[in-house]
Nanobody, 123 residues
Framework: QVQLVESGGGLVTAGDSLRLSCAASGRTFSSYAMGWFRQAPGKEREFVSAISWGGGNTHYADSVKGRFTISRDNAKNTVYLQMNSLKPEDTAVYYC????????????????WGQGTQVTVAS
């Protein structure tokens, strides 16, 4: 069992940066690949980024490539999403998720989810 808690969301202006954190409980954090997803009002949940168990491999959605960076610290049971050059279209609730398969874009492939953190980017 893994419990995930996101933090770091907020209201920013276009061009600003935010760093999201996702703290995981449990001793098996390093055995899970981690992902970030987001969901805007009226839209389906979409893949943002993923990182492999040891952090050596990462994957990004085209919409955030070059602006967002995912990382993890297994000693701290935490995964991060550094978001730079934010745009109004990045506005959404951001969720972290843990799963056994690295890089899958499908939400149902992830086993555990956090409650989400709101990111709002004003123009």
């Amino acid at each position: 069992q893994v419990q995930l808690v996101e933090s770091g969301g907020g209201l920013v202006t276009a061009g600003d940066s935010l760093r999201l954190s996702c703290a995981a409980s449990g001793r098996t954090f390093s055995s899970y690949a981690m992902g970030w997803f987001r969901q805007a009002p009226g839209k389906e949940r979409e893949f943002v980024s993923a990182i492999s168990w040891g952090g050596g491999n990462t994957h990004y959605a085209d919409s955030v490539k070059g602006r967002f960076t995912i990382s993890r610290d297994n000693a701290k049971n935490t995964v991060y999403l550094q978001m730079n050059s934010l745009k109004p279209e990045d506005t959404a609730v951001y969720y972290c998720a843990a799963g056994r398969v690295f890089g899958t874009l499908t939400p149902r492939d992830y086993d555990y989810w956090g409650q989400g953190t709101q990111v709002t980017v004003a123009s």
